[in-house]
């Protein structure tokens, strides 16, 4: 279904919960709205500066020495793109390059264009099938991934091993929510929560971690949209069964939610 022909009122009564980051869940919730949703803004994960800036400020003064810069998300680009720009204009020779389509926006949104990213497969897989990134491309170059702590290392072993010199630099942190999971299992225990959004493993890890028996009793009942099959697996790995995978990125999860069966 287009996004521009979604039925206005697909969603009408419903409460869903967009865990994104909070600085990222609004054009999600938005297409919620827009379809007669009501979004509930819970974010799974809280984003801070790296504590240790040094390496993100090492690579500002060599960044013409690289080929290729990777953001894995758009707090890559927010937490590390100003830190980057702050002693001149982004190399000509330097290629952009994001995991996401969320990402390209905030790299466009900045000022950084020609930007490569997967088209279908939004992951560390998906850009590692390009042909940008293949052996051939990247042997003897060098390479920084823009990240946040923690994470897959696939990306910078997978290009390590293709012969590239490659630079992992953490430039933002991750927490669970800083107010705990009260308001959340309250909204439950009200009966005004019909599905809950799950966009990475880790926020995933966090919410079933992080609530309570009485919490992770409500969350068994409640379907669980999420947009990597990678999360679907972690899901059920943790007990869950009423999990829906959907297409990558805000337009999946959203077609997802509309063509859920409420009734079943």
């Not at 290629?95 to 900045?110: I, S």
């Not at 992080?210 to 972690?234: D, K, N, W």
């Amino acid at each position: 279904m287009p996004l521009k022909t979604m039925d206005s009122g697909a969603l009408a009564g419903r409460c869903i919960v967009v865990t994104r980051p909070r600085d990222q869940a609004a054009p999600l919730a938005k297409l919620i709205a827009a379809a007669g949703g009501d979004a509930l803004l819970f974010p799974l994960l809280e984003i801070a500066p790296a504590e240790d800036r040094g390496q993100l400020e090492t690579l500002a003064r060599q960044l013409a020495d690289y080929r290729l810069a990777v953001f894995v998300s758009p707090n890559a680009v927010s937490h590390a793109l100003p830190t980057l720009l702050a002693a001149g204009d982004w190399p000509a020779t330097l290629t952009p390059a994001a995991v996401g389509p969320g990402t390209v926006r905030a790299l466009e949104d900045a000022g950084i264009a020609g930007c490569i990213a997967p088209r279908d497969r939004f992951d560390s897989e998906g850009l590692l099938a390009l042909p940008e990134l293949a052996p051939a491309a990247v042997a003897g170059c060098r390479v920084a991934i823009l990240r946040g702590d923690g994470g897959r290392e696939l990306l910078a072993d997978t290009l390590r091993q293709r012969g590239a010199s490659v630079d992992a630099v953490t430039c933002y942190r991750r927490s669970g929510p800083a107010g705990g999971f009260a308001s959340l299992v309250d909204a439950w225990g009200a009966g005004r929560l019909d599905a809950i959004v799950v966009s990475s493993s880790e926020a995933l890890r966090y919410l079933v971690d992080g609530l309570p028996a009485e919490g992770r009793a409500y969350l068994q009942q409640t379907p669980l949209f999420v947009p990597h099959a990678r999360i679907a697996e972690a899901a059920r790995v943790h007990g869950l069964k009423r999990v829906v995978l959907t297409a990558g990125a805000d337009s999946g999860l959203i077609r997802g939610l509309l063509a859920y069966n409420w009734c079943a």
